[in-house]
């Protein structure tokens, strides 16, 4: 047991590898932003308060992506439940934005490490669109990540 809390206790929730990675790529490309927002609900791993613009970077293992997420051998109940309640705030933080009028933008950590140009072009787009014309950006991305979990068409409901 005291080996699995000694494991645990080193797991980051904050400034893991991805996240500083891709916040300075973006920083390289004159985008400012808020890291690790706590005004804002979920604490956006990055925020863009003024063009009402979040990124959550979701670890493949934590947020249970359907490509590589393997549930544990052990403890198998827990990490079932933990893993599902992860999913859960995931679709309710992202209706919450939705409903505000804000832009989700949503990676799995194997996005960020098989495509990272990708990833980064993309944030560095929507946030250049917000910016320029107010553009509704969101729908086709959403649609990759939460595609059965987020009613896109109306998220309010």
């Known amino acids: ?3 699995k809390n000694k494991n645990l206790s080193k797991v980051r929730g904050t400034d893991t ?3 500083v990675k891709v916040r ?3 920083w390289h490309r004159g985008l400012r932003y808020r890291k690790n927002y706590r005004r804002l609900l979920g604490t956006p791993d990055i925020a863009f308060p003024a063009q009402r613009l979040v990124v959550f970077l979701d670890s493949c293992f934590w947020h249970g992506c359907p490509a590589h997420y393997k549930e544990p051998k052990s ?3 827990f ?3 933990k893993i599902k309640k992860n999913r859960e705030r995931d ?3 992202t209706e919450h934005y939705l409903c505000q009028g804000w832009t989700v933008l949503r990676y799995w950590e194997h996005e960020v490490d ?3 140009e990708r990833v980064v072009d993309e944030i560095d787009k929507t946030y250049h669109a917000l910016v320029g014309a107010g553009a509704d950006v969101q729908t086709a991305r959403l649609e990759t990540y939460l595609e059965e979990e ?3 068409s109306d998220p309010c409901d």
Do not use: I
Request: proline letters at 0%; aromatic letters at 8%.
């Open 1 to 3: 047991m005291a080996t």
């Open 17 to 19: 590898k991805m996240e």
């Open 114 to 116: 098989g495509d990272f």
């Open 79 to 81: 990490w079932r439940n």
């Open 24 to 26: 300075r790529a973006l």
């Open 75 to 77: 403890n198998v109940e």
């Open 150 to 152: 987020v009613d896109t």
């Open 91 to 93: 679709k309710e933080q």
